[in-house]
C-alpha cells in the first residue's frame, strides 16, 4: 500500500477530546491511531500535553496537518441570497453581512464561507457563511497551543461529515439524506438536500427520553421546518457518533431506511481501530477533509495570523544564492563594453567567494534527501506485514496432533507444506477451510513412511489476497 499524506483529525466533544489519524492512498482513507481523553476541559495541561504528544511519539505521527473541529453549539451558519453581480466583490459582501451580526466587540466572529450554488437564469449567489465568536476560538486556540499543537485549519465537525458523506456520492439534485451525529448525551441532526446543508440542530438527551422517541421527535421537527414538496421523501438516515450502534438497534425497525456510517462511507481500518470507526466518525471526516481534492464546502475558520505554509528550509539558501548569482549575470550584460571586463573580475570573485556556501548548502540538500530515503524506508518497515507470522499460526492451530510438517515455503503467495501424519487426505478440507488460504490440493502422491506408518504429504495452496 502506498500512503501519500497523513493527517490527524481533532474533535472537541462536550466533554471529551477524540483524535484520529488517517493515511490517505488512492483508493481513499485508513484509519490507523484512535485516542480519547475524557474530561480534557479539567485535566491538567502539562499532563494532558504529556499524553498527546506521546501518542504523536510513539506512532510517529507528524503535526504539522492537523485538522480540529470545534462544536456544532459554538457555530452558526447563515446563507445568504445574493444578486449575481455581487460575484466579483463577493469575499467584501460577506464581510459586511457578517459585521451586520457584530452589535458588539464583544460578539465579533471569525468567518469563512462556501459558495453552494450560482443560478444564471434568477442571477442570485447563494452563498453559506459559518462563523464563531473570536473569543470561544481564540480560547481553542490557546488550548491547543498549551497542548504542543498548532492545527492547519479549524472547522465544524458537521461540515466535515456532511463533506465525507457526499464525497463520490453522486445524484444528490432532488434527494434529502438526514445525518444524525450521537453523542453520547446529545443528538444533532443535519438535513441535506440537493447537496445543501439546509437545516442543523444539536439537541441535549434527558434521560427519561429514549433515543427512539428523541430521534423521531427531531426527525418530525426538522421535516416541519424545511417543509419538504409534495411527494417528496428521505432517502436514507445515516448514524454517526459514540451511541450511534445503540440508536441503530433502537429505530431500525421503525425506520427502514437507516444505516451507520461506516456502512455508507467506506473508510480501511486495521483490526484495532475497526470498532472505532462510528465514534470516530467525526474526527476521521476532520482529517479527511484535508486530503479531499473537491470538498462540497471547503470552509477554514482559523485565523489568518495563525496559518502556516510548509516550507522547506534546507533549500532557501541556495535559492537566494542563485538569485544574487543571476541577479549579477544580468548585470553583466546590462554595462556597456567598457566595463565589461570589470564586472567579469567582479563576478568571478564574487563567484569564488560563495562557492564554499554553495557547495555546504548542496552538501546538506544532499544529506537531507539521504534522510528521506532512510525515514520513508523506516516507516514502510514499520507498514509492512509478514504473512509468514500468520500463516505458521493458521498452520499450529488447524494441523492435527498427530501431524507435523519438515519443510515449509511461501514463493510469492504460493505456499508448499511437507510433513507427516495420521490422515494426509484429512488435512484439505481442513486447510480449505482457512480464511487466508485458498486452491488447497496434493502434489503428487501420499506415500507411507515405514518408520512411523503415518503418511508422507505434500501440500500446496495460495494466500488469499
Given at each position: 500500500m502506498i500512503y501519500l499524506k497523513t493527517t490527524i483529525g481533532i474533535e472537541l466533544q462536550e466533554?471529551?477530546?477524540?483524535?484520529s489519524s488517517l493515511q490517505g492512498n488512492f483508493s481513499g482513507g485508513s484509519l490507523t491511531h484512535f485516542m480519547r481523553i475524557p474530561d480534557y476541559r479539567n485535566r491538567d495541561t502539562v499532563e494532558l500535553r504529556q499524553e498527546i504528544q506521546a501518542f504523536l511519539k510513539n506512532n510517529i505521527l507528524?503535526?504539522?496537518?492537523?485538522?480540529l473541529g470545534i462544536p456544532r453549539r459554538d457555530v452558526l451558519f447563515r446563507q445568504l441570497d445574493l444578486p449575481a453581480e455581487v460575484a466579483d466583490n463577493l469575499k467584501q459582501v460577506v464581510q459586511y453581512q457578517v459585521q451586520s451580526f457584530?452589535?458588539?466587540?464583544e460578539d465579533s466572529y471569525y468567518h469563512d464561507y462556501a459558495l453552494l450554488d450560482s443560478s444564471s437564469k434568477n442571477k442570485r449567489l447563494h452563498v453559506l457563511v459559518v462563523?464563531?465568536?473570536?473569543?470561544?476560538l481564540d480560547n481553542y486556540i490557546q488550548l491547543l497551543s498549551e497542548l504542543g499543537i498548532q492545527p492547519a485549519a479549524v472547522t465544524c465537525g458537521t461540515l466535515a461529515l456532511t463533506n465525507v458523506f457526499q464525497q463520490n456520492r453522486k445524484k444528490m439534485q432532488d434527494k434529502t439524506y438526514i445525518?444524525?451525529?450521537t453523542a453520547a448525551s446529545s443528538l444533532e441532526l443535519i438535513v441535506v438536500h440537493d447537496g445543501i446543508p439546509v437545516y442543523s440542530q444539536e439537541t441535549a438527551k434527558n434521560d427519561s427520553l429514549s433515543w427512539k422517541d428523541l430521534v423521531l421527535k427531531e426527525l418530525?421537527?426538522?421535516?416541519?421546518?424545511i417543509r419538504l414538496a409534495p411527494g417528496s421523501?428521505?432517502?436514507?438516515?445515516v448514524l454517526a457518533g459514540d451511541s450511534s450502534e445503540t440508536v441503530y438497534g433502537e429505530i431500525r425497525e421503525a425506520i427502514g431506511e437507516c444505516t451507520l456510517l461506516k456502512d455508507a462511507v467506506h473508510f480501511k481500518s486495521s483490526e484495532e481501530t475497526r470498532p472505532y470507526l462510528q465514534q470516530a466518525a467525526t474526527a476521521i471526516s476532520l482529517a479527511y477533509a484535508s486530503m479531499m481534492r473537491h470538498p462540497s464546502f471547503k470552509i477554514n475558520l482559523l485565523p489568518a495570523a495563525f496559518r502556516f505554509k510548509q516550507t522547506r528550509w534546507a533549500y532557501i539558501s541556495a535559492a537566494v544564492l542563485g538569485l544574487i548569482i543571476l541577479a549579477l549575470l544580468a548585470g553583466l550584460f546590462a554595462h556597456g563594453r567598457?566595463?565589461?571586463r570589470e564586472l567579469v573580475q567582479v563576478l568571478d570573485e564574487e563567484i569564488s567567494r560563495i562557492k564554499p556556501d554553495v557547495a555546504e548548502i548542496l552538501d546538506s540538500q544532499s544529506q537531507t534527501e539521504e534522510l528521506e530515503k532512510e525515514i520513508n524506508f523506516i516507516e514502510s518497515l514499520f507498514r509492512s506485514k509478514d504473512m509468514n507470522l500468520y500463516v505458521l499460526q493458521e498452520l499450529t492451530t488447524m494441523l492435527p496432533d498427530d501431524t507435523y510438517l519438515y519443510n515449509y515455503r511461501n514463493q510469492e503467495g504460493s505456499i508448499t507444506i511437507s510433513g507427516l501424519g495420521g490422515s494426509a487426505s484429512d488435512l484439505i478440507p481442513l486447510l480449505e477451510s482457512s480464511p487466508i488460504l485458498k486452491e488447497v490440493a496434493v502434489r503428487g502422491n501420499i506415500t507411507r513412511d515405514n518408520l512411523t506408518l503415518k503418511d508422507r504429504f505434500t501440500i500446496i495452496a495460495k494466500l488469499e489476497e
Open positions: 466533554k471529551d477530546m477524540v483524535l507528524g503535526k504539522d496537518n492537523i485538522v457584530e452589535p458588539t466587540d462563523m464563531v465568536r473570536k473569543s470561544i445525518l444524525a451525529n418530525d421537527e426538522a421535516t416541519s421546518r421523501a428521505i432517502e436514507e438516515i567598457i566595463q565589461d
